[in-house]
């Protein structure tokens, strides 16, 4: 029993050690080299794969065929063909790539998977603001990076652009110490999320009720007040140009 006491006692005594510190930090440092590598061949594979992972995918590429020629995919005469119940902000990230590169799911996808490693850039850059060391902050980002290229995220989707949008809505403000300026960027964000696809709009309430409670009441009424002002805006804006928009991204 003393023996076996003894051994428990200089094994725990080598898990405090900088030794057994520099080991596990190497260790995790090897996984996440090869996580990364990993998950950059499986995006690669995503981004070359030339045909369709599900049927949305080619009503993507319709739509932003026809902002490419010109043609407003919300109006009635072009239903139920263009009928869509995303918005439209992707498609317009995509078009100049599209006009450019060409209409394919490639460029689509690429857009996608470079909209999720910025949303995993900016949870590691929140994490070291925080204080977590460098390299646990990176394996979070990975974990993070890992999951969203699971499932349809990384696919000609607008929601790996909507998920950007809607942590940059939250995080930068945070990242800046909700200054007036971020708080005003982080809006403008919220609202584009929204055109993203619409329930990405809750950012806006997140960063609302958490000022309103936890920052200062007065700025986070003020920024309630200004995130609905431009969302009623964008709203009339939309209504006169995209006749069939809400029709489309709301009722449907």
């Known amino acids: 029993m003393s023996k076996l006491l003894a051994s428990i ?5 080598f898990l405090l050690s900088s030794r057994a510190k520099r ?13 990364i590598v990993w998950t950059s061949n499986y995006a690669w594979t ?9 049927y949305r995918e080619g009503a993507t590429l ?12 919300f109006f009635l005469e072009n239903h139920p063909l263009m009928t869509n119940n995303y918005g439209f902000l992707y498609n ?18 690429t857009i996608s998977i470079l909209c999720i490693l910025a949303s995993c850039t900016m949870i590691v850059l929140t994490l070291i603001k925080i204080d977590l060391s460098l390299p646990f902050a990176i394996a979070c980002g990975v974990i993070l990076l890992a999951s969203l ?13 909507g998920e950007f949008l809607f942590l940059f809505t939250i995080l930068f403000p945070f990242y800046r110490n909700f200054d007036p300026p971020a708080l005003i960027v982080s809006v403008i964000t919220g609202i584009l999320a929204f055109l993203a696809k619409p ?22 009424f003020t920024y309630g007040i200004a995130a609905f002002g431009s969302l009623v805006l964008i709203t ?10 809400f029709l489309d991204v709301i009722l449907c």
């Open 236 to 245: 009339y804006v939309l209504k006169v140009f995209f006749e069939c928009y």
């Open 46 to 54: 995503i981004i070359t794969t030339p045909y369709p992972a599900e």
């Open 23 to 35: 080991i596990s930090i190497f260790a995790l440092v090897l996984s996440l080299a090869f996580f």
């Open 92 to 109: 317009l990230v995509v078009l100049p790539f599209a006009v450019l590169f060409g209409n394919t799911l490639a460029v689509h996808r």
């Open 199 to 220: 329930y990405f709009l809750l950012s806006i309430g997140i960063v609302a009720t958490y000022l309103f409670l936890f920052v200062s009441k007065g700025r986070g």
């Open 9 to 13: 006692t200089t094994f725990y005594k």
């Open 62 to 73: 319709l739509l932003t065929d026809f902002f490419i020629h010109g043609r407003n995919p």
């Open 149 to 161: 290229l699971f499932g349809g995220i990384p696919l000609a989707h607008p929601d790996g652009l």
